[in-house]
């Protein structure tokens, strides 16, 4: 099975040790490439602040909240490797603060020590009138990208700089199966009005 992972975000490359952790031992031979234009330290990921927290998902869709709940347990369950440092996973505790009272978020019972602050807390934050404090998991792009990298290269991953244009061109070189974590330039590869960033 050859499949093709087009991006080397954070997506492209925990998607490509996904694939090859289900899967190296069921379809052989897995032949696993990462395309991308961009590699770390270029990528989104790099830049972008990874606090596990979800902002936009819909609290009413079980299939986001599923995939929020696995993502902040498999990050946990890393926590206290030998190796977290260098994946730059770190636990990290904070405020959400707002004018007025808000509902509980759907994540309440995910993250750790999920509760109301006390009067006194908000004492510190004289514009504001309610907040939560819980702790959560922070996870820095650069580090976990280069983690990733590492251990895909282990696992036979090649990688190839490229700027894909079509997946018509992928599928033509023998790609049986490909996947595409292009990110915010994923409508480009893929023309669809409802995909936006």
């Known amino acids: 099975m050859r499949v093709v992972v087009i991006g ?7 998607t490509t ?16 490439k990462v395309y991308a234009d961009r590699f770390t330290p270029l990528t989104t990921t790099d830049v972008a602040a990874g606090l596990w927290q979800p902002y936009l998902s819909d609290p009413n869709n079980p299939q986001e909240a599923d995939w929020s709940q696995q993502t902040f347990d498999y990050l946990l369950s890393h926590v206290h490797f030998p ?9 990290i505790s904070g405020y959400n603060l707002f004018h007025e009272a808000m509902p509980d978020p759907s994540w309440k019972d995910t993250v750790l020590g999920f509760r109301e602050l006390t009067p006194r807390e908000l004492d510190m934050f004289p514009d504001y009138g309610y907040g939560w404090f819980h702790t959560s998991l922070i996870l820095e792009g650069k580090n976990y990208l280069q983690w990733l990298t590492e251990r895909l290269t282990e696992r036979g991953v ?8 079509s997946f018509e061109e992928v599928a033509r070189e023998g790609a049986d199966v490909i996947v ?4 915010v330039w994923a409508g480009a590869l893929q023309p669809d009005p409802l995909l936006q960033p």
């Open 180 to 183: 595409n974590c292009t990110g």
């Open 17 to 32: 040790l996904c694939i090859h952790e289900r899967y190296h031992s069921v379809l052989q031979p897995l032949d696993i």
């Open 158 to 165: 090649k990688f190839f700089q490229r700027k894909v244009e």
């Open 83 to 91: 190796n977290a440092e260098n994946l730059g996973l770190f636990l």
């Open 8 to 14: 080397a975000g954070v997506i492209g490359l925990s």
